[in-house]
């Protein structure tokens, strides 16, 4: 039952990973300060989400994971993503509805 | 249960034992990210329907707290790794050290947490009875940066005269930044709890390159948390900085 022996991750490769997450820190805050219209959110997001996988793969050992612990991460993604992208779509595509329920006041934008 | 030292009755070998445990864990992480999933989709509805408030709000956080803890809660989640690493290979005296600088850096966490909220109720920015967004520029505390108060005045003034509801608005923005950074921070309690259990375990040897899952298992829970704060850290800080 030894066909996945365990892998340790070298300190190297940690604090490699730790000074990326600072950096990408500090980038995510000076890009916060920039005004790239609309894609200040996507570059935000964007960074966090690099800043995340790194944690997931190294920190959290998936790269070297057996294949059934990545599937259940990968799983995580996949629900997470149809709970984001039904409710959001719903709420997109309910607009009317949703302004007549709220005084539409209440739906200022800039 | 039956045991032979480390290994338990149901298992076959150290290796299977501690790859089911694993997985356990990551199953229970994935409840995890649907839970938090959900506060995160209650927020991006509500920033999308109220952006001015958010922006504002987001605003009168403090940005040089929230970086300086978020580099703190990285600095965290390496050594947590280094507590891992140390017990894999046997290092005994360095997995109970990068413990405690583990729970060390969680607390500091926590403490400057404990300040940033309580800038917020002096500042009467608690959702409920009393909160204004207006209170603070109209209330400067002696030794506040005059500029500073002089500006967010200004964007409280213009966020009015986009939206004369600001302050309901706002208060949905707060409670979001409260419920989120507070099941954040209940988070980090429960894992500094885990982490003094595992300095206890450590500093009787226990931990071993044959048997170390509870210092891998707890490092997977502190690392998720780590990843929630990465995500919290841009949506509640940083929405509307470029003014």
């Known amino acids: ?110 | 249960m039956h045991r032979t030292g480390e290994l338990y009755g149901q298992f076959q070998t150290l290796e299977q034992q501690k790859e089911s445990a694993t997985l356990g864990m990551w199953i229970f992480l994935v409840t995890e990210v649907l839970f938090f999933g959900g506060m995160f989709l209650t927020y991006t509805i509500n920033r999308h329907y109220f952006f001015t408030a958010f922006g504002i709000g987001s605003n009168t956080l403090d940005i040089k707290l929230g970086t300086f803890n978020t580099a703190v809660l990285i600095m965290s989640s390496l050594t947590m790794a280094m507590a891992v690493w140390s017990a894999q290979t046997g290092k005994k005296a360095l997995v109970t050290g990068f413990l405690i600088a583990t729970l060390t850096l969680g607390s500091v966490f926590l403490g400057i947490k404990v300040v940033e909220y309580k800038q917020k109720f002096d500042h009467h920015l608690i959702p409920g009875y009393g909160f204004d967004m207006k209170y603070r520029s109209q209330n400067p505390a002696p030794g506040d940066d005059l500029k500073e108060i002089a500006l967010e005045k200004k964007e409280v003034e213009e966020a009015f005269a986009i939206d004369p509801d600001t302050n309901a608005h706002a208060q949905l923005y707060f409670s979001l930044y409260f419920a989120m950074t507070g099941l954040h921070a209940l988070h980090m309690i429960v894992g500094a709890g885990l982490i003094i259990w595992l300095i206890k375990v450590s500093l009787r040897g226990r931990f071993t390159p044959q048997y170390n899952t509870p210092v891998e298992i707890v490092g997977l829970y502190w690392h998720f948390v780590d990843i929630v704060w990465i995500y919290l850290f841009p949506l509640l800080y940083l929405i509307d900085r470029h003014r």
């Open chain 1, 1 to 110: 039952m030894s066909e996945h022996s365990e892998h340790i991750v070298s300190p190297v490769v940690y604090i490699a990973i730790f000074l990326a997450l600072i950096v990408g820190t500090g980038l995510t805050v000076w890009a916060a300060f920039q005004n790239f219209g609309p894609f200040n959110i996507v570059i935000a997001l964007g960074i966090a989400t690099i800043k995340a996988t790194l944690v997931v793969l190294y920190f959290m050992h998936a790269r070297y994971s057996p294949r059934r612990t990545q599937l259940v991460i990968v799983c995580a993604i996949f629900w997470l993503a149809i709970m984001l992208t039904l409710t959001l779509s719903d709420y997109q595509t309910r607009r009317p509805t949703l302004s007549r329920l709220a005084s539409p006041a209440a739906l200022y934008r800039v």
